[in-house]
C-alpha cells in the first residue's frame, strides 16, 4: 500500500503526521510512505529524521495585515499556489499513493485539492478545536475528516460526518508513573511547578514566571522546572536580579528546552504552557492540572479556542495574555496550589477528556477508506 502525508509548517502538525505514518509502518513494514512539505521549514529537517521519503513543493500563506509589502507578497502566494498546484500533481501521478492525508499547514491545500481533482482517497485531520482555512475548505471535498475535539466539529460542512480521533500522543506520557518519574528526576515530596511557552520561549510567560519564582521560592513550598526557550536566555541573569541564584537553589531548575519531557510532565503537580493542540493533549493523556496561556500570535486565534475546550469541561484555567501579570499567575498558583481537591478535579477532568488510542483511530479511518 502507498500513503501520502501532506503536512509542515511547525511540529503541531508535523509531529501528529509523524506518529501516524510510524504507526502504519509498525502494522505494515512494506508500505510506501511519502511526505510533501517545503524544503524551508522543520518538515525538511523532522521527516527525513523518522526516516521516511520526503519531496518538496513551494507554497507560501496569505499575510493578513494590509502593508504594500504584504500585498506584494500576497501577489507571489497567488504564482506560487499555481506552481504548488503543478508540483503535486506530478508527484501524485508518479507516486499514486493509494490514499493521501494531509494534517495542516499551507502545503496541504494543494496536494489534497489536487488529490481529489485526481481521484485518490483523500482524509484531513484537523488539530485545533477552531480549524484553519485550509481544512475548512477542504472538508467539503475530501473523504474523511478527523478531529482532535469536538469542539471543532461546528465550523466543518463537510462531504460526510467528521469523526473524532483526537490528536496522537506518545506512548511514554501515556504510560508514565508519577512516582517514578518524580523519583527519576530527584523531586521530593513538594509540588513541582512545570512552566513552558515553547521552544523560543515566550516573553510574557518567561516575564510571569520569573515574577512567580521570586515571589514564591524563599519559602521552600514549590518546585520549579522552567523551559525558557531559545530567546528567553536572559531569565537565570533577571531571576539573579530578584535576588533568585537558581546555582544555589536545588528546587529551581530552569533550562532551555525541556529534551525529557517524558518524566518532567508526569513528575509535575502543575503545568504552566500555551494552548497547543500537541500540549494539550499531553496534559490530557497524563491527567494533569493546567493553567493554559494561549498565543494571540496565531492564526485564527485557534489556541484560545483550544484552551476553552479544556476550560468548558472545567479540566484547566485559562489566562489570556492581555491579563498575564506575575502578580495574577502567582495569586492562580497559590488558589490551585491550597486547594487539593480542585488541583484533583482538574487533573482527573482533563484525564476524562484525552482519547490515547489516536493512532488506532485514525489508522481506522484510513483503512475504512481503502475497503
Known amino acids: 500500500m502507498k500513503y501520502l502525508f501532506a503536512t509542515g509548517g511547525t511540529g503541531g502538525h508535523i509531529n501528529p503526521a509523524l506518529a501516524v505514518a510510524g504507526y502504519i509502518r509498525e502494522k505494515q513494514p512494506d508500505a510506501e510512505i511519502l511526505f510533501i512539505g517545503t524544503k524551508e521549514k522543520m518538515e525538511a529537517r523532522l ?16 499575510q493578513r495585515k494590509l ?26 501521478l508518479e507516486f499514486k499513493p493509494d490514499v493521501v492525508i494531509g494534517f495542516g499547514g499551507y502545503v496541504s491545500g494543494p496536494v489534497l485539492r489536487e488529490a481529489v481533482k485526481l481521484g485518490f482517497k483523500t482524509a484531513i485531520h484537523e ?36 469523526i473524532l480521533t483526537g490528536l496522537p500522543v506518545r506512548s511514554e506520557i501515556i504510560n508514565s508513573d508519577k512516582d517514578i518519574a518524580r523519583a527519576e528526576l530527584k523531586v521530593d515530596d513538594r ?13 510574557a510567560i518567561n516575564e510571569a514566571v520569573v515574577e512567580l519564582i521570586s515571589k514564591t521560592h524563599s519559602s521552600g513550598e514549590y518546585q520549579y522546572i522552567h523551559a525558557m526557550g531559545q530567546y528567553g536566555l536572559w531569565v537565570p541573569e533577571k531571576l ?4 533568585v541564584d537558581i546555582e544555589k537553589e536545588k528546587n529551581i531548575r530552569i533550562v532551555e528546552y525541556i529534551n525529557n519531557m517524558d518524566k518532567c510532565l508526569p513528575a509535575a503537580d502543575l503545568v504552566i504552557c500555551r494552548a497547543g493542540a ?13 493553567i493554559l496561556i494561549p498565543s494571540p500570535n496565531v492564526a485564527e486565534n485557534h ?9 468548558n469541561e472545567n479540566a484547566a484555567l485559562l489566562i489570556e495574555e492581555k491579563d498575564l501579570t506575575g502578580e495574577k499567575l502567582t495569586q492562580t498558583v497559590n488558589e490551585i496550589l491550597s486547594d487539593k481537591e480542585k488541583l484533583k478535579a482538574l487533573g482527573d477532568n482533563a484525564k476524562k477528556t484525552s482519547i490515547i488510542d489516536s493512532n488506532e483511530r485514525i489508522y481506522n479511518v484510513i483503512m475504512g477508506l481503502l475497503n
Open 67 to 92: 502593508s504594500v509589502q504584504n500585498i506584494k507578497r500576497n501577489i507571489e502566494t497567488v504564482f506560487k499556489i499555481f506552481k504548488a498546484s503543478s508540483q503535486a500533481k506530478k508527484i501524485l
Open 127 to 162: 488539530q485545533n478545536a477552531f480549524p484553519g482555512k485550509t481544512n475548512k475548505v477542504l472538508a467539503k471535498d475530501v473523504d474523511a475528516v478527523m478531529l482532535t475535539t469536538k469542539a471543532a466539529e461546528k465550523y466543518f460542512n463537510s462531504k460526510n460526518p467528521c
Open 47 to 62: 521527516v527525513p529524521q523518522a526516516g521516511f521519503d520526503f519531496k518538496t513543493i513551494t507554497i507560501s500563506g496569505f
Open 191 to 203: 509540588p513541582l511547578i512545570l512552566s513552558m511557552g515553547g521552544s523560543l520561549g515566550a516573553k
Open 278 to 290: 500537541s500540549s494539550i493533549s499531553e496534559i490530557q493523556a497524563s491527567g494533569k492540572a493546567a
Open 303 to 311: 489556541q484560545y479556542h483550544n484552551a476553552m475546550a479544556l476550560v
Open 240 to 243: 539573579k536580579e530578584k535576588g
